[in-house]
């Protein structure tokens, strides 16, 4: 029987674990690893339909630089494109094609892991010996075991009634999706689930554990890519040196036939969280003269006093176009006060410095800082923020609306995808880090400054994307919609905490809790949660917009907003215990419609201001928004219940983070 003759058959194929595998990190440079090698690895499956004469009809890869670098394609992209599932019509394949998907995930695998095996730890294996030879046992217990692979092949049934094939298939084979249980012995510091490689106990065996991870430490051509305190079990090794091959080889046999990023771009050195933190500043320092530059003071200090490790940002600065001299390369940890003392205890820790030599590294590199802060501030140091983000987005029920209408959702998310890709490439306005964009989803680092801004921008580009699509498809009043989120976080939180939050505000807070179509803001600082706010994206003059202006009116500053920055601080003290009833509840008494707004005005009256507002009560009108914000119900915008006093302290740290001031007045977003 022919293929014209034969009933449509299709594959649906998904690949796990997906974020115990991305969001395990402890740098950034393992959380890209993480979100590309699944990426690519999904991408090798696809090739192998594709190459048993089958068709990928979900994602649409006819134009993924991904997947045709697999093949003849001559790019080489460095951000992960497709997602871990996909659809395939596999009529003209006979047998099992999932069979094909799975050998060609394996196969891969084998090689990536195989690669960084060889690279970084055959040669130190024989120290494990102590413990029966255990680091090879380990490994190929670890590697062999990790992934999970699904697929559904059937007989189409019309109607797009297969897109519940793998969610039906999942409720049958109980282990699928189900968490790995902890592994025995010592635990990996970056995926605390599985057992470090080296088999020896901390208790009892640190002398041999020592040794072992000793020499897996000096074996390694960069000190920075395996740290004193870092242990780890198979995977995370393999996301560490996944990038020092990819970037060194330029390919790896079997599995990465191109470098990612190309000549242009070092995939192995990521900017640190730190470094993201610093952007405003460093990028208000390369618009500066560099005759009178004292970068250089800072720049040889820290070389006189770490002695090694102190350019930790080598090629970071090509990702934003910035000058490839000393300052801009120094670690991250160095445009930071705090982070100077860090690198101090830590060269202490690893015998690298001696506490004399500590003491003098923080107070000569802390005096340089010192005064590159007065040269970009013009006389007053200005340091950098210490606060960073990270941005997540996700289309809402696409899965749904794909039934009835794929080929035209499928090339509209493709749109999308590029769309984000030019707006998140290197160099652009937002100083934005893309580690991932594939279909409708998107995780990036930024700024504080840009977040809010990149988030309404790359909802614009999803709305242009899909406009084609809302013309023609039939559907509820919200039409296609984005949900996003925005977590601020301190570069001393675990970055795999960090994600994991991103995660949360995205799912339960912008999708469940406010109806989607709603950005998430949450601020994370070392002791926990500080601030959160999520409203409904509401158009260019919106909340959100509303939001990053007064953020960007630098809250107590003469002659822009006239509102301190302990103003909400002082509001929220005074007025959330009125408006809060018992256990929290909105108050039966105190009505938020009629007298949250002359509350305002009032207070706004009697502060003590350097500038007088003009009109205290459409500034009141302002805040008020903020305080009450929007959710979807049903696709229709309505008021949250109660008041959002947490909306003031997230507009009050934007303000003392954003370093606002340090952008020309043509460059604020």
Same mark, same amino acid.
């Given at each position: 029987m022919n293929k014209t003759s034969s009933p449509k058959r299709l594959l649906h194929f998904t690949l796990g674990p997906v974020q115990d595998f991305i969001a395990d990190a402890r740098r950034t440079r393992d959380f890209w690893a993480g979100s590309f090698i699944l990426s690519l690895l999904s991408a090798h499956a696809m090739k192998a339909i594709k190459d048993a004469q089958g068709e990928i009809l979900f994602p649409d890869v006819s134009g993924d630089e991904l997947f045709a670098a697999l093949g003849a394609g001559k790019a080489s992209p460095y951000v992960g494109s497709l997602p871990n599932r996909f659809k395939a019509d596999v009529t003209g394949i006979p047998g099992d094609p999932g069979l094909l998907c799975r050998q060609a995930v394996e196969k891969a695998w084998t090689a990536i892991e195989q690669a960084v095996w060889k690279y970084a730890v055959a040669d130190q294996s024989a120290l494990s010996a102590a413990g029966g030879n255990a680091a090879k046992d380990i490994w190929t217990r670890q590697v062999g075991g990790f992934w999970d692979m699904a697929w559904v092949v059937g007989e189409d049934p019309g109607q797009g009634d297969d897109g519940v094939w793998l969610d039906l298939r999942k409720n049958w084979r109980s282990h699928y999706g189900g968490k790995a249980a902890a592994e025995d012995g010592d635990h990996c510091r970056m995926m605390g689930k599985y057992q470090e490689i080296s088999g020896f106990h901390r208790i009892g065996q640190k002398a041999g554990q020592e040794k072992f991870w000793n020499a897996m430490r000096a074996a390694q051509d960069n000190s920075l890519d395996l740290q004193p305190d870092e242990?780890?079990?198979?995977? %995370?090794? /393999?996301?560490?040196?996944?990038?020092?091959? &990819?970037?060194?080889?330029?390919?790896?046999?079997? =599995?990465?036939?191109?470098?990612?990023?190309?000549?242009?771009?070092?995939?192995?050195?990521?900017?640190?969280?730190?470094?993201?933190?610093?952007?405003?500043?460093?990028? =208000?320092? $390369? !618009?500066?003269?560099?005759?009178?530059?004292?970068?250089?003071?800072?720049?040889?200090?820290?070389?006189?006093?770490?002695?090694?490790?102190?350019?930790?940002?080598?090629?970071?600065?090509?990702?934003?176009?910035?000058?490839?001299?000393?300052?801009?390369?120094?670690?991250?940890?160095?445009?930071?006060?705090?982070?100077?003392? %860090?690198?101090?205890?830590?060269?202490?820790?690893?015998?690298?410095?001696?506490?004399?030599?500590?003491?003098?590294? /923080?107070?000569? /590199?802390?005096?340089?800082?010192?005064?590159? =802060?007065?040269?970009?501030?013009?006389?007053?140091?200005?340091? $950098?923020?210490?606060?960073?983000?990270?941005?997540?987005?996700?289309?809402?029920?696409?899965?749904?609306?794909?039934?009835? #209408?794929? &080929?035209?959702?499928?090339?509209?998310?493709?749109?999308?995808?590029?769309?984000?890709?030019?707006?998140? %490439?290197?160099? #652009? $306005?937002?100083?934005? /880090?893309?580690?991932?964009?594939?279909?409708?989803?998107?995780?990036?680092?930024?700024?504080v400054d840009t977040a809010i801004d990149a988030a309404q921008k790359l909802r614009d580009e999803y709305d242009a994307a899909f406009e084609d699509a809302r013309k023609q498809v039939r559907s509820d009043a919200s039409g296609f919609t984005l949900s996003g989120s925005i977590v601020y976080a301190h570069s001393k939180n675990p970055l795999a905490a960090v994600l994991r939050q991103s995660e949360h505000q995205l799912d339960e807070i912008a999708k469940e809790t406010n109806g989607r179509n709603s950005l998430a803001i949450a601020v994370l600082k070392p002791g926990g949660i500080a601030a959160q706010w999520v409203t409904a994206f509401d158009g260019a003059n919106g909340r959100i917009a509303t939001m990053d202006s007064l953020a960007q009116a630098r809250l107590g500053a003469a002659g822009e907003s006239g509102l301190s920055g302990g103003f909400f601080h002082g509001f929220r003290q005074?007025?959330?215990?009125?408006?809060?009833? &018992?256990?929290?509840?909105? *108050?039966?008494?105190?009505?938020?419609?009629?007298?949250?707004?002359?509350?305002?005005?009032?207070?706004? !009256?009697?502060?003590?201001?350097?500038?007088?507002?003009?009109?205290? #009560?459409?500034?009141?009108?302002?805040?008020? *928004?903020?305080?009450?914000?929007?959710?979807? #119900?049903?696709?229709?915008?309505?008021?949250q219940v109660g008041v959002s006093f947490d909306a003031g302290m997230v507009a009050r740290f934007l303000s003392a983070e954003g370093r606002f001031d340090l952008a020309p007045k043509e460059e604020k977003q």
């Open positions: 242990r780890l079990c198979a995977i %995370a090794l /393999v996301k560490r040196f996944f990038p020092v091959l &990819a970037s060194r080889d330029g390919k790896i046999d079997g =599995a990465l036939p191109f470098r990612p990023g190309g000549a242009s771009l070092n995939i192995r050195h990521w900017p640190s969280t730190s470094y993201v933190a610093a952007l405003p500043w460093l990028a =208000a320092a $390369a !618009r500066l003269d560099h005759a009178d530059r004292p970068q250089s003071t800072l720049f040889d200090s820290a070389k006189m006093a770490f002695k090694g490790g102190f350019m930790g940002e080598y090629e970071t600065p090509k990702l934003f176009k910035f000058p490839q001299d000393g300052l801009f390369r120094l670690d991250g940890h160095l445009l930071h006060k705090d982070g100077i003392r %860090a690198m101090a205890r830590e060269g202490v820790k690893t015998d690298t410095l001696t506490g004399d030599e500590s003491a003098a590294a /923080v107070a000569s /590199v802390t005096e340089a800082l010192k005064e590159t =802060a007065k040269w970009i501030g013009g006389g007053k140091p200005r340091y $950098a923020s210490e606060f960073y983000a990270i941005l997540r987005m996700d289309g809402d029920g696409i899965g749904r609306r794909l039934k009835d #209408n794929q &080929a035209l959702i499928t090339a509209a998310l493709a749109g999308f995808t590029d769309r984000v890709k030019i707006s998140l %490439a290197p160099g #652009n $306005a937002h100083r934005g /880090v893309l580690v991932y964009a594939g279909g409708d989803d998107v995780l990036a680092l930024l700024p005074k007025y959330e215990p009125l408006f809060a009833g &018992a256990g929290g509840e909105p *108050s039966d008494v105190m009505d938020p419609d009629t007298l949250l707004e002359p509350l305002l005005a009032a207070d706004i !009256r009697r502060q003590d201001t350097r500038t007088a507002i003009a009109d205290p #009560n459409a500034a009141a009108g302002r805040v008020v *928004s903020l305080l009450r914000p929007q959710l979807w #119900n049903d696709g229709k915008p309505a008021l």
